[in-house]
């Protein structure tokens, strides 16, 4: 019996008279059929979905996967389960594409990235679980000696209460580099304020949170200004408001201090099997907020040459905005 997420992107397919879908992707194939390949692997998408894997994956994958599961000997194999029209996803190579190429056509689609935007309970619960784990192990961060031993401390933390792996590069950015919002980790001894964004990874999901330790007085104007920010951005959301939108209300806050010029990214994204996912919450989205989409919401305002402050939070939509994040604003150590 097909699980819900597979009827509900056939359904989608039918609509766009796709007579398949080829996916190589590991975060959709991981989001279809609850297994994350390793190497290259294959999933053909029908009535009768099929995972196609390498040796090195194939006893994880039959144990795991909710699909029929075979071995991926070549590209003839798979051509010969494809007719009609074949829907591909937008990031396949032109190399693949051309290996692929047979007596079908393709379209490129995405349907299965269209299914990820609504997240289920049991990916909900994925996500807070990852939440839970990336903000239990800050707690037990002792917060001096330089960046990178911050970030690797965390990063250990996180492994051992059933992280998988950091969602993406711990980012620990201290005194001037702050005002870096994409910082790497230094052997630079920390100063201050810190910023710290980080997450853990439960089940495949994503969990990402920021924080900022502030000592100065300046450093708590700004930080109160962001708060602001975030505050009033959160309390917009809700189904049918435009995620532009979301992204005017942090924007119009900070710009009314004087800080709009140090706003130089956009207020947020889907989080899910990958931590930046749709929809966007930016000044060009043309998304619509809708219930069971999970975004971040992270204003933040970069003075370069001093300092930086950003604060984010995971929040799902459920009829209006449901804070994920329990961990409090303002950390000190």
């Known amino acids: ?23 190589l992707k590991p975060e959709n194939i991981s989001y279809v059929t609850d297994f994350k390949p390793s ?36 590209m003839d194999d798979i051509k010969k389960k494809l007719s009609g ?32 935007i609504i997240k289920s309970k049991e990916e909900v619960e994925n996500i807070k679980a990852a939440l839970q784990i990336a903000e239990s192990s800050i707690m037990e961060v002792e917060f001096s000696g330089t960046e990178n031993e911050v970030a690797a401390q965390l990063e250990y933390n996180m492994r051992v209460r059933g992280s998988s792996k950091p969602s993406f590069e711990t ?15 230094t052997t630079k ?47 917009s959301i809700k189904p049918g408001v435009k995620a532009s939108y979301v992204d005017k209300v942090a924007r119009d806050v900070i710009t009314e201090y004087g800080y709009g010029d140090s706003y130089i990214h956009s207020t947020g994204h889907g989080l899910g099997i990958e931590v930046h996912e749709e929809p966007s919450l930016s000044t060009k989205s043309e998304d619509i ?8 919401v992270e204003p933040g305002i970069y003075l370069e040459g001093e300092f930086g402050v950003r604060t984010e939070d995971v929040v799902l939509i459920d009829n209006g905005a449901k804070v994920l994040t329990k961990i409090k604003k303002k950390l000190s150590f």
């Not at 032109?94 to 990235?113: A, Q």
């Open 189 to 235: 001894p920390l100063e201050s304020p810190v910023v710290i964004d980080w997450g853990a990874v439960y089940n495949n999901y994503s969990s990402d949170t920021t924080r900022t330790i502030v000592e100065t007085e300046k450093q708590e104007e700004i930080f109160q200004i962001v708060l602001e920010a975030q505050e009033q951005a959160i309390k």
């Open 289 to 296: 907020l809708k219930n069971g989409m999970v975004v971040t």
């Open 85 to 116: 029209i074949v829907g591909i996803e937008s990031s396949m190579t032109v190399g693949t594409h051309k290996k692929l190429l047979n007596n079908f056509k393709t379209e490129i689609t995405d349907v299965i990235e269209i299914s990820r």
């Open 1 to 23: 019996m097909l699980n819900t997420k597979i009827t509900g992107i056939l359904n989608g397919m039918r609509q766009k008279n796709l007579d398949s879908i080829i996916a």
């Open 39 to 74: 190497s290259f692997s294959v999933l053909i998408l029908k009535d009768e979905p099929i995972l196609f894997t390498s040796k090195l994956d194939i006893e994880d994958a039959s144990e795991v996967s909710s699909v029929q599961v075979e071995a991926f000997i070549s």
């Open 171 to 185: 980012i620990v950015a201290s005194g001037k580099r702050s005002s870096i919002p994409h910082a790497q980790v």
